[in-house]
């Protein structure tokens, strides 16, 4: 069975996602950790982070939906889309609404094409944009846009300049963006000025821990962490057995056929099997959970 565990941290601003991982590595004295999805420097807020064998469940926590508090400042946008980077240029803002900042909002909501900030940690190439940007290159024309989602956002507070929103969003969605783009819609320019990151599908920062409590035991594991993320498929022995073989199950062996395409966690009288999928033929594995 896979050993490791789920660290749930609560990232201080300041700190790349690559320093905490840096930083963990140290504190329980092993060069086995990766995190589950980066976050910006100077933000805050969730960060996922695995040890030893625990790290192969990466691709089932990084699916999660997230859910981000930002504060944004209306009349300048900036080269990095956030406080930290070279103004680009400055507009008046003082015709925007509470009204008109909602409805540009509520019509971001949903699944639409979205440009990613210049300066971000997306690979063109080999190289990460935020490097190219540190060479000189113009990067403009790389910026190709993605399609993400957004699920839910609201605005919390209205003090303009200054506005603060809660979003949920799912994978690949860049808050920065989002509020670049709703200046722009407005009539006016806009940048993120703080951002922490609240939740990571069912983990919350509530039940974060700051690096400087970091203990071994401290963290969540692994099998707790994927139980809170992935449904439960119970089989039988039979199938059990063949898919430690690593075989192909067909749908008159299961008592129940999943959701096409949803990861599962296959297990026998409460031991986990591994992870499977329907392909909409057979169940196959997505990942082994021995050894």
Do not use: N
Not at 5 to 14: L, Q, S, T
Not at 142 to 149: E, G, H, K, S, Y
Not at 171 to 176: E, P
């Amino acid at each position: 069975m896979l050993q490791g565990r789920v660290y749930i941290i609560d990232k201080p601003a300041g700190m790349g996602s690559t320093d905490v991982v840096r930083e963990l590595r140290h504190r329980l004295r092993t060069p086995e950790v990766g995190h589950t999805g980066t976050l910006d420097p100077d933000a805050t807020g969730l960060l996922l982070l695995c040890t030893y064998a625990a790290t192969r469940l990466v691709p089932f926590l990084t699916a999660e939906d997230k859910a981000y508090r930002v504060e944004a400042r209306l009349g300048r946008s900036t080269v990095t889309d956030d406080a930290a980077g070279d103004t680009v240029r400055e507009a008046p803002w003082e015709h925007v609404s509470q009204e008109a900042f909602e409805a540009a909002l509520a019509s971001a909501v949903g699944t639409h094409p979205q440009r990613p900030p210049s300066v971000s940690a997306i690979k063109v190439a080999g190289r990460r944009l935020h490097e190219r940007v540190r060479a000189g290159e113009d990067v403009d024309a790389l910026l190709a846009p993605r399609i993400v989602t957004m699920d839910t956002a609201r605005v919390a507070r209205f003090a303009p300049p200054d506005v603060t929103l809660e979003v949920e969003v799912g994978k690949g969605f860049y808050v920065r963006s989002l509020v670049r783009d709703l200046g722009e819609r407005l009539g006016t320019a806009a940048h993120v000025t703080s951002l922490r990151r609240t939740r990571i599908g069912p983990f919350s920062d509530s039940e974060a821990i700051a690096l400087d409590d970091v203990t071994e035991e401290s963290g969540l594991p692994w099998l707790a962490a994927l139980e809170r993320v992935l449904p439960e498929l119970s089989v039988s022995e039979t199938v059990a057995k063949r898919l430690s073989f690593g075989q192909r199950i067909g749908g008159q062996d299961l008592a129940r056929i999943p959701e096409r395409g949803e990861p599962q966690l296959a297990r026998f009288e409460g031991e986990p099997v591994a992870v499977v999928s329907w392909d909409g033929e057979r169940l196959t594995i997505v990942r082994g959970l021995s050894g």
